[in-house]
């Protein structure tokens, strides 16, 4: 089974009820859409975009922006255009099924300027190499613009047993804290290739995150 089969069956039906349940459990999305640096006719990509939730917001909050989405799950998909639908923004949310490791801007979305802002929402925990998956966005990219980034951290500050039950409970999900994705950026940030911004929130249940590629 590919990673694009395994989100569908995951989503399948938890896509009815994403949204209703996910508020709960996935802290600092909206602290992310309002630090972001839009502007007018910028290009806004999310990879994972799961049902549209933050683009949809982003898309409201930034008229004059153009918005676009990658997702592996094309059962996910299927509610994201349905609520793109209903919210009147066909015409400024494009929306594509793909790996993120595979995305480019020209033959994915026919544009041929990268993109000015690209970011993730709790999409990198769930992909088998975030790392991949980060520098094919960074490639993405325009120079001088930022990869913004809000995912699941290590929980350092949760009592032990908590720490790990809640690690086990994410993986039944196939999500799992990225500790080689930090290092990596650290790593491109110290070799002058962008300047890297981190903030762990809540105990250490996540982080913010701020990549500003060179």
Known sequence: MNHAQMM???????RYTYNATRRFLLFGRDRLIKKMDVCD???????????????????RLHPNAYFY?????????????????????TDR????QGL?????????????????????????????????????????????KTVYLVDFWDQHD????????????????????KPELLYH?????SNHLGKLSFESMCRGYSFLATFQKR
């Open 100 to 144: 993120a490791e595979e995305l480019d801007h020209a033959s994915t979305f026919g544009i041929q300027e990268q993109f000015d802002i690209i970011f993730f929402s709790y999409s990198l925990s769930m992909m088998s190499d975030a790392i991949r998956a980060f520098d094919i966005a960074l490639r993405n990219l325009k120079a001088g």
């Open 69 to 89: 989405g990658i997702d592996a799950s094309s059962e996910m998909l299927k509610t994201a255009r349905t609520n793109i639908r209903k919210a009147n923004l």
């Open 158 to 177: 949760f009592p032990s047993l908590l720490r790990k039950a809640f690690q086990i409970w994410l993986r039944i999900f196939h999500v799992e804290q």
């Open 8 to 14: 569908d069956r995951i989503y399948r039906y938890q």
């Open 185 to 189: 950026l650290q790593n491109i940030s």
């Open 93 to 96: 949310i494009i929306l594509k």
């Open 41 to 59: 006719e910028d290009r806004v990509l999310e990879i994972g975009s799961g049902t549209a939730r933050n683009l949809i917001m982003l898309a």
